[in-house]
């Protein structure tokens, strides 16, 4: 039926693949215990982290790639990868320092790091390949006792801080790519929200890989003390490269007694051209822990772009009474890959958690929600919803399933369901009748099938995400 | 554990061969290798997750290698008929077909072959190997390989084109020995185009000691075939079952498969039906009734390979005491299998703290034509039921077993045996009340 819509839309050229020309400082690639050491050195760590590195590092020399995943990984050469980029110009005092490349970098990206800041009162804290480069709204932040920074400033002003919370929610020897983080991590985000404080404003981050041959390796640490709340997002964009890049993040999220923390993510990384070559590997850890009673940790994630995307944003219910959201929209077209999904283990009593995963697979695309729900014997009256759905759009993708529910005592309730199918003829010929074209039938469809989880993403994230949608698959329908 | 049986394959293969039949040694030394390379299935193969066999294979296990007979009188042992239920009727003993003079059996229609695999194989070489092998020896699957190695005997049905067997065939198996046992046998049923069977497979245990069968049962429906299966498990706790059941469908045949267990040790059970045919029908259905240490595994998958196929899955169970289910439910569609129809339920009660339930439906969808879904619930009874139920006079362990039993009879309702199906009714409703801790009329309850 609509077969040239389909070729035209699945086209949809990828905005953000430029690259920026500023000077770049770039260690020789290959990773050995001297690039970390190099690592650290330059970033003037202190001692305990160098050794938290290396320990990382000599474990890491002991495992291997994990191969259960629904995906077709080419081999990973990790000696032929740059392990740290920065931009030339050191740490800029405020907005006049910093090159005017980037900003309009920036600009281009459509990050509101100026003025328009103060408009749309975001706090941003931008991450360029390797390091971060400014952080807004610093100061008014600091009024209310919020420490919102990049990771090598916590580590410099507030090592207490992080030496208690880094890596106690994902250890460093959890996996592959987060103990190969652990080693060669080079910046991100640090946020620490103090007890009875409500965060007046959304919290922001962009990662951007920019120089070639780099990975970026970057984590976030967000400390939600007693009573308090927070609102994080993140973004993510990288230029169009022929080759593959890599991309291993670790997010720790630790949220203490009624404290509640929503992060909310649009991973726009490049996907690679329409034949599958180049783009980016995400490869990505991200773990919250409601260590208190009646904490609340929310993740929305919206995935549209990544070559391979192999991500599991996670929660640990140990606090009594709290509860855990995950919500999900993954798409996949030409040759992506994504698996992808959620993990909730429910330790304390009366913990609830509800999944909701929406993926949406056209081209060649193979889109996989893994997931794992476990009971322990101590979470009585427990309670978990998930669902998933698919949405085929073509006859060569691929959607599929992979949940896991372990229960462990007799007073907990979980339920699952997922479907699969494809967009009905009949709707779009409905919508054909009342004048609206094909193209536009399928838009109002994904959208409509995506909003449950749209709705969920704070406003000016909302926006952007419906337009990722669009571009990438509105009038693909089979 | 696996090098003792390596190094006996090793010095014995002789024997091996020499007691059974050239079809079945044909693939003999294949399977072996490949169960050297392969070993047993530990939990961290994803496939064997939540089925620990650690423990059942530590035992020291004697095999029949020699086929020296077994001293049993099966009409003695096994009482427990279906009332009412008119079959053809044959045992097993462990690894071995037993023949009986069957009185019953002589009406089987024409052309119908049911007997003992090795014979067969020797009378009728060229139907066995058209079929024997072709799903098994393709699987990559270290108990399956292990059966390839070690089988010598099993089952073997054959129903010519057109056959329709107007009665039931009843297969009972067995477990008899005096010191701890290992069974391997290997089934073989081929149902030619447009005809029609029903099979019985009964599991009973004799004597208390340990038990391990591992058996691979191999199904052919041909195009308009139509084939049913039930397995009713009713063993004991020292009884260890791996049990593999590989149907393959041709065009428009319809196949039921409803497994039970109610009483057993250790039970993984791993069904893959292929719809290789458009227009395929396929139901596959089980429950399971644990408690005590009882574990049990079913791991299915269903492959729909060509377009128009419609399957529906539905497996429940209820655990007590210190029970392990696991349940996996892969739904698998190809690239080209349009116009797809499948649906999986699966439903289980944990009715105490220390029950355990693992559950993994999985949905792998390469076409775009479909309809699938799947729902999974892990949870209690309901208690507004129960309460409602009590309010109008009935007393609380009553309205539990009420409940308990309608969750179940679901999957009774798709038994298509009339007396079977009053049977099973029965011996689930004295399993729930917890009167039936092994098989009624066997000789060992008595």
């Known amino acids: 039926m609509s077969t040239d ?149 916590a580590v410099e002003h507030h090592p207490d801080l992080v030496q208690k919370y880094m890596s106690s929610v994902v250890p460093y020897t959890d996996n592959f790519f987060a103990t190969l983080n652990c080693a060669v991590f080079s910046d991100g985000s640090f946020v620490y929200i103090p007890k009875g404080v409500r965060c007046p404003m959304e919290l922001s981050t962009y990662f951007r890989i920019n120089a070639m041959n780099t990975g970026q390796f970057e984590r976030t640490l967000i400390i939600a003390d007693e009573d308090s709340y927070v609102s994080y997002l993140e973004g993510c964009t990288a230029p169009m490269r022929d080759e593959n890049q890599l991309h291993a993040a670790i997010v720790e999220i630790v949220a203490m007694k009624n404290a509640q923390v929503k992060y909310s993510t649009v991973q726009n990384w490049y996907p690679g051209d329409k034949n599958g070559k180049g783009g980016i590997y995400n490869f990505v850890t991200k773990r919250g822990i409601c260590k208190g009673e009646n904490s609340k940790i929310s993740w929305t994630q919206v995935e549209t772009g990544s070559a391979i995307t192999w991500k599991y944003p996670s929660c640990i219910l140990l606090g009594d009474n709290s509860s855990a959201e995950f919500y999900s929209v993954a798409v996949t077209n030409h040759h992506q890959q994504a698996d992808t999904g959620t993990k909730m283990l429910h330790i304390g009593k009366n913990t609830s958690s509800h999944i909701l995963s929406k993926g949406i697979s056209a081209g060649f695309g193979q889109n996989s929600y893994r997931g794992l729900v476990k009971i322990n014997p101590a979470a009585e009256n427990s309670r978990n919803f998930s669902q998933c759905d698919s949405l085929l759009l073509g006859d060569k993708c691929g959607a599929h399933t992979f949940p896991y529910m372990e229960v462990n005592n007799d007073t907990s309730i979980v339920e699952h369901e997922a479907t699969t199918s494809k967009i009905n003829e009949d709707q779009i010929f409905y919508c054909n009748q009342r004048g609206i074209s094909t193209e536009d039938a399928v838009g109002l469809i994904v959208n409509g099938y995506a909003k449950e989880v749209l709705n969920q993403l704070p406003m000016e994230f909302a926006v952007e995400a419906q337009k990722l949608l669009q571009i990438t698959l509105e009038g693909s329908v089979g | 554990m696996e090098q003792q049986y390596i190094d006996l394959y090793k010095q014995q293969h002789e024997s091996i061969k020499k007691h059974s039949a050239a079809v079945m040694n044909d693939s003999r030394d294949d399977a072996f290798a490949l169960f050297e390379a392969l070993r047993f299935p530990t939990v961290a193969l994803e496939n064997y997750k939540y089925t620990d066999l650690k423990e059942p294979l530590s035992i020291d296990y004697g095999l029949n290698i020699n086929r020296i007979p077994i001293p049993v009188n099966p009409y003695e042992v096994f009482q427990c008929d279906v009332p009412g239920i008119h079959s053809y009727l044959y045992f097993v003993v462990n690894d071995a077909f037993y023949p009986v003079n069957e009185p019953r059996n002589k009406a089987l229609p024409k052309g119908v072959i049911i007997g003992s695999l090795k014979e067969v194989a020797t009378t009728h070489p060229e139907l066995v190997k058209n079929y024997f092998g072709k799903l098994s020896t393709t699987k990559n699957d270290g108990l399956i390989a292990f059966n390839g190695a070690f089988a010598q005997d099993g089952f073997f049905m054959y129903v010519p084109k057109n056959v329709v067997l107007d009665k039931p065939v009843q297969l009972v198996n067995i477990m008899r020995s005096d010191v701890d046992f290992m069974a391997n046998s290997h089934n073989l049923i081929i149902l030619e185009e447009g005809a029609k069977a029903q099979l019985l497979v009964c599991d009973h245990t004799v004597d208390e000691v340990h038990f391990l069968s591992n058996r691979v049962t191999e199904v052919f429906a041909g195009e308009d075939a139509t084939y049913e299966h039930y397995k009713l498990e009713n063993t004991h706790t020292k009884t260890t079952n791996l049990s593999t059941l590989l149907i393959d469908q041709h065009p428009s045949s319809n196949v039921l498969a409803n497994v039970i267990t109610l009483h057993n040790g250790v039970t993984r059970n791993t069904i893959e039906i292929d719809l290789d045919g458009e227009h395929c029908e396929t139901l596959l259905c089980g429950m399971v009734i644990g408690d005590k240490n009882q574990q049990v595994d079913n791991f299915t998958s269903i492959i729909h390979n060509k377009p128009n196929c419609n399957s529906r899955e539905l497996f429940k169970y209820v655990l007590d005491g210190m029970a392990k289910g696991g349940f996996t439910g892969k739904l698998y569609v190809a690239k080209d299998a349009q116009k797809t129809s499948a649906f999986q339920t699966n439903r289980n009660i944990l009715l105490n703290k220390t029950a355990k339930m693992r559950t993994k439906p999985q949905l792998e969808i390469y076409a775009d034509d479909v309809k699938c879904s799947h729902g999974a619930t892990i949870g209690q009874l309901d208690e507004t039921a129960k309460f409602y139920m009590q309010s109008r006079g009935i007393p609380e362990s009553e309205a539990r077993l009420l409940l308990m039993f309608a969750f179940t009879n679901d999957v009774i309702e798709n038994i298509r045996i009339p007396a079977l199906q009053d049977r099973i009714k029965l011996l689930v409703e004295k399993r729930l009340r917890g009167e039936l801790s092994k098989c009624e009329g066997c000789v060992i309850c008595q």
């Open chain 1, 5 to 153: 819509i389909l070729h035209e839309v699945t086209q949809g050229d990828y905005k953000y693949g430029f690259t920026t020309d500023i000077e770049t400082d770039i260690i020789p690639i290959g990773l050995s215990e001297d690039v970390v050491r190099l690592i650290s050195a330059k970033k003037n760590e202190p001692e305990w982290m160098l050794e938290f590195r290396l320990k990382a590092y000599r474990h890491w020399l002991t495992m291997k790639m994990p191969e259960w995943a629904h995906l077709d990984i080419p081999k990973i050469d990790y000696q032929s990868i740059a392990y740290y980029a920065a931009p030339r110009k050191n740490a800029p005092q405020s907005l006049d320092e910093v090159d005017p490349e980037l900003l309009k970098t920036f600009e281009k990206l459509g990050i509101p790091l100026h003025e328009r800041m103060a408009l749309s009162g975001i706090a941003v804290d931008a991450v360029m390949d390797s390091v971060s480069v400014k952080t807004t709204f610093k100061e008014s932040l600091s009024e209310l006792g919020i420490i919102f920074c990049s990771f090598s400033e």
